[in-house]
């Protein structure tokens, strides 16, 4: 069971736009920052999104984060095959004093 | 280029000890912590612990302290995760990464931006 709850999966068509959710509470996503990481089958997380809506050097501007609250949201605009992976959403918690992960979300680009 | 190398895959028996590494280059070791991160066969990730190489001031989550050690070797720009005594429920893939992260003021920023190509652990009579 992990600290943070996301959707096991989402699917879109190619083209289209999709949101990732991912929820926690008080001491993880409402007083700290939150990132995203997309795992490409059979490969290492790669970081999307930190600080809620930062995106890395290299990233395109097709992925986007948002958060209110103890939520937030990952969005992905122009899906493409090459999307399909898992994503995580990852932050601290500060009760536990310990980094905290979603259990993924599998996004399949139909 | 900016990289963690980790160490090759292991195939160990229960109650064996064993410690895998995690090799940076192309950035000044000391100045980022590194965490470990176990991703269990078709399962999500999990956060382990992190280090911080200066000091080799250590960061467990309560999921995994006391099962595993980290520590780290500044001169060599390495950091381990070790086992004393493996379990079957140890076989995974576990991955380093760079911490990018740090805490202002009651909120804190965590952002893994650099990772390693993973090491699978398999545990096996």
């Known amino acids: 069971q992990s600290v943070l709850t996301q959707p096991p999966s989402v699917s879109a068509a190619p083209g289209q736009k999709v949101t990732i959710s991912c929820s926690g509470s008080?001491?993880?996503?409402?007083?700290?920052?939150v990132s995203w990481y997309q795992q490409l089958p059979g490969t290492a997380p790669k970081l999307l999104i930190y600080d809620n809506n930062k995106r890395p050097s290299g990233i395109p501007d097709r992925f986007s984060g948002s958060k209110s609250g103890t939520s937030a949201t990952l969005g992905i605009t122009g899906l493409q095959t090459g999307d399909e992976a898992d994503y995580y959403c990852g932050t601290w918690d500060s009760s536990l004093s310990a980094g905290v992960f979603g259990g993924g979300t599998k996004l399949t680009v139909l | 280029e900016v990289q963690l190398v980790q160490s090759g895959a292991e195939v160990k028996e229960p109650g064996e000890s064993l410690r895998i590494s995690c090799e940076g280059s192309g950035y000044s070791f000391t100045n980022y912590w590194i965490t470990w991160v176990r991703q269990m066969p078709g399962k999500g990730l999990e956060w382990m612990g992190k280090i911080d190489p200066r000091d080799s001031y250590t960061n467990y989550s309560p999921s995994f302290q006391g099962h595993v050690t980290i520590s780290a070797d500044k001169s060599i720009s390495t950091a381990f995760l070790q086992w004393s005594s493996l379990k079957a429920s140890d076989t995974a893939m576990y991955y380093c990464?760079?911490?990018?992260?740090?805490?202002?003021?009651?909120?804190?920023?965590?952002?893994?931006?650099?990772w390693g190509q993973g090491t699978t652990v398999t545990v096996s009579s």
């Open positions: 990464a760079r911490h990018a992260g740090y805490c202002a003021g009651a909120s804190c920023h965590i952002a893994m931006d650099v």
């Open positions: 008080s001491s993880n996503m409402g007083s700290n920052y």
